[in-house]
């Protein structure tokens, strides 16, 4: 387990920040032993929180060419048939994962290929599951083609809480399955639109790894 370069300058300020504010607090209350340990107690729960927030684990990625790795940890919300109306303006089908403050943010790569379609959208930040939140939140849009002409696109989501999407891709990028795409800060939502003919062999409620659960095979 390593921490994700994303938090290296928030968990250092962070750090900054609640050492001054317990030398604060040992000025000001000097003869408070209570409120001194209270206060050391609550910074140091709220630093482990934070420091989880950006981890980052290491594992080995299995690649088959016929899987599609889930790209991101958290709970599939979102098994659909869909109209996909950006990109491939066709029906798909969709599976949506909500990424809580508790999972690892780090989004992965679900297949391999090229980077065929990359687009930023900035909006705004309703709560990942509400049913406005694919088309109205700060989002990327990200097409990649594998090498068997197999196109699949996947959107990272912004949500209430995350207000920071991070995305390592531009459009003509080469990348394998499992590789790092992207990263999103204190959860949100990433969704993803397969072929028709794709098999989901996951349902609603199931809990994934990203880069690790398969969530579709690919004929």
Do not use: C
């Not at 679900?110 to 959208?121: A, E, L, N, T």
């Not at 989501?157 to 920071?164: D, M, N, P, V």
Request: charged letters at 20%; aromatic letters at 12%.
């Amino acid at each position: 387990m390593t921490i994700h370069r994303e938090g290296h300058i928030v968990l250092f300020v962070l750090l900054l920040v609640l050492f001054a504010l317990n030398i604060g607090i040992y000025f000001y209350f000097p003869g408070s032993v209570l409120i001194q340990n209270s206060v050391i107690f609550v910074s140091v729960i709220f630093y482990i929180l934070i420091l989880q927030f950006f981890r980052n684990p290491v594992f080995a990625i299995t690649q088959n060419t016929k899987h599609v790795l889930a790209p991101a940890d958290g709970k599939v919300v979102v098994i659909e048939e869909t109209e996909e109306t950006e990109y491939f303006k066709e029906r798909k089908k969709q599976v949506s994962i909500f990424m809580s403050p508790v999972n690892v943010h780090v989004n992965r790569m679900p297949v391999s290929g090229s980077i065929s379609f990359f687009k930023y959208h900035p909006g705004k930040y309703l709560v990942a599951w509400h049913p406005k939140s694919s088309t109205e939140n700060e989002r990327t849009t990200i097409a990649v083609k594998m090498n068997n002409g197999v196109e699949i696109l996947f959107r990272q989501i912004a949500g209430a809480l995350a207000r920071r999407i991070k995305w390592y891709v531009k459009e003509g990028d080469k990348l394998d399955q499992g590789q790092e795409f992207g990263f999103i800060k204190f959860g949100s939502r990433v969704d993803i639109f397969l072929p028709l003919n794709a098999k989901i062999v996951v349902k609603v409620g199931d809990v994934t790894k990203g880069g690790r659960t398969i969530i579709a095979e690919l004929d």
